[in-house]
């Protein structure tokens, strides 16, 4: 199979003023690109080297698959997880989940900023549905890939890699976490929460 790049839901410029056009431009048709781009490198060379027995750089293409395609995944999901601003917030099963989990909505987007505040480097904050604890949990993960165990099933990621917002916020992230609270589309994180719940592990 090959990956390809997904469309945005909405135009470049939908998000702001809280998300630069230009800045989703290049995001989506250059950063996104370039992953699924190495996903898809990473993945031939697999076959390759499968067709011929050799795995002498199995650790690095591994390596390149799980950066590459961690890249795809996220973006994939973290274009759909954003709307226009509609100043809504969790609704029903989700906003109960929240509560159970972190306290209450504002006790989770504390500790979700404080986490998206504090990667070192460049990664993501993710709100994924933990199937074993049977309940939400923040993540930081680094890059794109690391620092979460498997089988985490996000429902809302964060991009902060310097490409997601320097062009408009320069180095104050804290404006770019907070002007992107107004664009969380919480239908569709609702909708990926009701799917995750499904999943036993
Ligand atoms: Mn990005």
Redesign the pocket.
Known sequence: MTYTLPELPYDYSALEPFVSGEIMQL?HDK??KAYVDGANTAADKLAEARAKGDFAIVNKLEKDLAFNLG?HL??SL?WQIMAPANGGVPQGELAAAIDESFGSFDAFKAEFQAVALGIQGSGWAALAWEPVGQRLVNWQLSDHQANAPMAQLPVLQL?M?E??FYLQYKNVKADYVNAWWNVVNWAEVQRRFAAARGVTV
């Open positions: 995001h950063h996104h890249g996220n973006h973290f991009d890699w490409h997601a």
